[in-house]
C-alpha cells in the first residue's frame, strides 16, 4: 500500500466511492424511470449481477436518494421488492440536516469574514486531497487518467461533470449538490468547490490546475477553465460571479 492512502470515504451522497458511478448510473435510471423498478431490472439495465444490484440500491435507499416498497401480489410466495428514486437532499432527514447546517456555516463565513478567498481555496484543496488516493510513487498517470479520476470523484459528489477540450481544456457541471449554500454564499461555495478539485489534480500529480471558475454561467451550470502549471506555481484561481446563482 503506499505510504499516502486515502480510506474509503462516506459522501453523504452516493453512500460511497469504489461504487459511485455504477450507483450514478443507477440513481439516474430510478429518476428517469415512471414507474417503481425491481433487482433485476435495474441488473438487466445496468449490466451487473443482481446482488451487486441490490447492493447498491440498498444504499442509495441508506443514503436518502431511493426509496423502498413490496410490491402487491396475487401469488403466493415472496414479493418483489420495487426501488423509486428521490431527489438529492430532498427526503432524507440527515441529507437535510448537513445541508442546513452548510447554509449557516457558509452565511456566517461570507458575513463575518469576507476577505477569506485565499483560505477557502484552501480548505477545499485539503478537501479534495483528503477525498482523493495519491497514485503510488512508481505509477505514473497521464492526463486522460487523471480527468477520469477527477470525473467519477465529481460524479460521486453529483455535480454530474463532463470534460471538454474545445475552445480549451475544460469541465462543465451540470448540477450543484450545494446550491443552497452557493445561493446565499456564492464566494464561498465557489471557492471550496474549485480549490477541491486543484487538491484531487495535486494528489493525481496533474499538470493541470482550474484557473478560473465560472459559476451559474446557466441555470445548473458552471464551468472550471483548466490551465498548466508554470514555473512559478499555480496561478490564483479566478472566479467569476455573474449574479445570484438561479435555482430555476
Avoid at 89 to 107: F, K, P, V
Avoid at 176 to 201: D, K, Q, T, V
Amino acid at each position: 500500500m503506499p505510504a499516502h492512502s486515502t480510506p474509503r470515504i462516506y459522501d453523504g451522497t452516493t453512500g460511497g466511492t469504489v461504487h459511485s458511478g455504477r450507483r450514478t448510473h443507477i440513481i439516474q435510471l430510478l429518476r428517469d424511470t415512471k414507474d417503481p423498478l425491481s433487482v433485476a431490472e435495474v441488473a438487466d439495465t445496468v449490466g451487473i449481477h443482481p446482488n451487486t444490484a441490490r447492493f447498491h440500491l440498498e444504499s442509495l435507499v441508506d443514503a436518502g436518494l431511493a426509496t423502498r416498497e413490496t410490491a402487491p401480489s396475487a401469488k403466493p410466495g415472496r414479493r418483489r421488492v420495487m426501488y423509486t428514486g428521490t431527489l438529492p437532499n430532498q427526503t432524507h432527514e440527515r441529507a437535510q440536516g448537513y445541508r442546513l447546517l452548510s447554509q449557516i456555516l457558509a452565511g456566517l463565513i461570507a458575513t463575518r469574514f469576507p476577505d477569506m478567498d485565499d483560505v477557502m481555496c484552501e480548505v477545499g484543496r485539503q478537501w479534495g486531497s483528503y477525498l482523493t488516493s495519491r497514485p503510488a510513487p512508481y505509477e505514473t498517470l497521464d492526463e486522460a487518467e487523471i480527468g477520469r479520476r477527477v470525473m467519477d470523484k465529481s460524479d460521486a459528489l453529483w455535480f454530474a461533470p463532463e470534460l471538454q477540450t474545445q475552445p480549451g481544456p475544460h469541465l462543465l457541471f451540470h448540477n450543484c449538490p450545494f446550491m443552497e449554500s452557493a445561493r446565499s454564499a456564492p464566494g464561498i461555495i465557489c471557492r471550496l468547490h474549485g480549490g477541491m478539485i486543484n487538491g484531487s489534480l495535486t494528489e493525481l500529480r496533474s499538470s493541470q490546475r482550474v484557473v478560473k471558475l465560472e459559476a451559474s454561467i446557466a441555470p445548473h451550470l458552471c464551468r472550471a477553465w483548466l490551465g498548466p502549471v508554470g514555473d512559478q506555481g499555480e496561478q490564483p484561481l479566478e472566479l467569476v460571479l455573474p449574479g445570484p446563482v438561479d435555482e430555476s
